[in-house]
T-cell receptor, first 116, second 108 residues
Framework: KAGVTQTPRYLIKTRGQQVTLSCSPISGHRSVSWYQQTPGQGLQFLFEYFSETQRNKGNFPGRFSGRQFSNSRSEMNVSTLELGDSALYLC???????????????FGPGTRLTVL | GQNIDQPTEMTATEGAIVQINCTYQTSGFNGLFWYQQHAGEAPTFLSYNVLDGLEEKGRFSSFLSRSKGYSYLLLKELQMKDSASYLCAVSAGNMLTFGGGTRLMVKP
């Protein structure tokens, strides 16, 4: 099975611009989560999607949004970029088996976003 | 709320044993994960504990005490390639909350 893929791998933007990142989960996985990783804050949860619905949301401003498509692929969008948005954005997919609490998440390689 | 604490950095010698501790206070609990992350790479799954006790997997073992809100990851026969960050994460509902990670440096 192919792993989680994320595009693009690297991105440079300037303040005030907006950006869209893409994530393709492992085939058959219906849950997709997004995380922001910075040296100072570690890995922080952004949001989680399941069957095209946002089920959980972390503590991030409304400039961060996402969506999931019927094929489980997901995108996240950051509008009005700030310098502090520079980070590694990781996507993770999970099979989210019904009735199971074992929700191992498989991470993609991430998108390194630099805001200048 | 969720609060997960682990040491920021640890250093150990090749061939030795190291224990990385994780304490947590969370509003829900489905299980505890340990992930390994090499610099510039994505986290990879190491272990999962949902019941109290020790789970052993080769050179790596993970322990959980739910009543104490405590877990540790034990790495035996350390190798240079074990130099990485080790992330403790608590699963609650469909969310994973991560600790800040422990950067382990293995020296010859």
């Amino acid at each position: 099975k192919a792993g989680v893929t994320q595009t693009p791998r690297y991105l440079i933007k300037t303040r005030g611009q907006q950006v869209t990142l893409s994530c393709s989960p492992i085939s058959g996985h219906r849950s997709v989560s997004w995380y922001q990783q910075t040296p100072g804050q570690g890995l922080q949860f952004l949001f989680e999607y399941f069957s095209e619905t946002q089920r959980n949301k972390g503590n991030f401003p409304g400039r961060f949004s996402g969506r999931q498509f019927s094929n489980s692929r997901s995108e996240m969008n950051v509008s009005t970029l700030e310098l502090g948005d520079s980070a590694l954005y990781l996507c993770a997919s999970s099979p989210n088996l019904a009735g199971g609490s074992y929700n191992e998440q498989f991470f993609g390689p991430g998108t390194r976003l630099t805001v200048l | 709320g969720q609060n997960i604490d682990q040491p920021t950095e640890m250093t150990a010698t090749e061939g030795a044993i190291v224990q990385i501790n994780c304490t947590y206070q969370t509003s829900g609990f489905n299980g505890l994960f340990w992930y390994q992350q090499h610099a510039g790479e994505a986290p990879t799954f190491l272990s999962y504990n949902v019941l109290d006790g020790l789970e052993e997997k080769g050179r790596f073992s993970s322990f959980l005490s739910r009543s104490k809100g405590y877990s540790y990851l034990l790495l035996k026969e350390l190798q240079m390639k074990d130099s990485a960050s080790y992330l403790c994460a608590v699963s609650a509902g469909n969310m994973l909350t991560f600790g800040g990670g422990t950067r382990l440096m293995v020296k010859p």
